[in-house]
């Protein structure tokens, strides 16, 4: 952690012509190298994501480290907060790395409201729902209450890791405003905190049916969209592929027409020989026929 100074101050009714309004104003550094933002999904991350970057002196981002593998998963930039909530399955290996020098916001919403989201979500490609039922649970078929058996295996595994951090703080995504200001004081964030409020109204990834929420989806349209630039990519490369068979296979056929040719060019050829020369050929032919006869007659008669 880095040494803070922080200047507060509180504008109300009688010294702003906006009534109520209220202005932090910060004077810092960093006061931390690592923020993360845990959470279990479909509660608002990258509206949280969003509104930070509002801020100057740190980076802010949803989910940045996907698909990365070992080390390098976690390999976040210093002064940066991270917002992603697959990082609730990487717990033992966050702490291992950052353990309590990082500051940890608990990102929540009312569980229920996340298990009926992540229940309209288990056609999503990647679906974390899919992975859970069949893969972690080893369900047979996709099972009634699997969601909410999700959303509260992954709250007690983040608030079993949060208990002994000192540097933390919850923040309910349907009512952010006053643990959203404590929290950027807590942090010495700079840059304009009043829009970074503001931000955590506008609601970022909604599902269809869903009229205010929520997070994490993002993800899962850019998976599908990578898997489409893949799928095109090998088309192209077959077609191409395709292009160049079909030109390896005109080569051949023409070489086989041109063999073809030749040959009926040499039978043609060899006519007109085998009629000139065959009043010498099958005298020939018949000595040696004779020749043979009495050989084999020869060697009958030793034995």
């Known amino acids: ?16 012509h906006e009534a109520g309004a209220k202005a932090i104003t910060m004077t810092s550094v960093a006061s931390f190298r690592h923020i993360f933002v845990l959470c279990t999904g479909r509660c608002g991350s990258m509206t949280f994501a969003n509104a930070c970057s509002h801020f100057t002196n740190y980076s802010a981002g949803h989910e940045t480290r996907l698909r990365h593998l070992g080390e390098d998963r976690l390999n976040y930039p210093e002064s940066h907060i991270e917002a992603d909530n697959r990082l609730a399955w990487m717990l033992g290996r966050l702490d ?5 020098d990082a500051f940890y916001v608990h990102l929540v919403r009312d569980p229920g409201k996340v298990a009926d989201s992540y229940d309209r979500r288990w056609e999503w490609a990647g679906s974390i729902m899919r992975a859970y039922n ?10 009634a209450g699997v969601a909410r058996d999700m959303v509260d295996t992954i709250t007690t595994n983040i608030e079993h890791f949060l208990k002994d951090k000192t540097n933390k703080i919850v923040i309910d995504i349907d009512d952010p405003q006053v643990a959203f200001r404590e929290f950027a004081l807590r942090i010495g964030a700079e840059g304009d905190i009043e829009a970074a409020i503001r931000a955590m109204a506008v609601k970022s990834n909604t599902s269809r049916q869903e009229t205010a929420s929520d997070q994490s989806g993002r993800s899962e349209i850019d998976f599908v969209q990578e898997e489409l630039d893949n799928a095109a990519k090998k088309l192209r490369a077959l077609k191409k592929e395709s292009i160049g068979f079909k030109s390896r296979l005109t080569a051949a056929e023409c070489q086989i027409e041109t063999l073809e040719r030749q040959k009926r060019q040499l039978t043609y050829l060899a006519i007109p020989t085998m009629v000139v020369g065959s009043p010498v050929l099958l005298p020939a032919w018949g000595l040696s026929r004779l020749w043979l006869k009495y050989r084999a007659r020869g060697t009958a008669g030793k034995k």
């Open 1 to 16: 952690m880095r040494d803070m100074k922080v200047r507060l101050e509180v504008r109300g009714p009688g010294l702003n």
């Open 96 to 100: 291992k790395r950052f353990g309590n």
């Open 134 to 143: 069949f893969g972690i649970l080893n369900l047979k078929s996709q099972t």
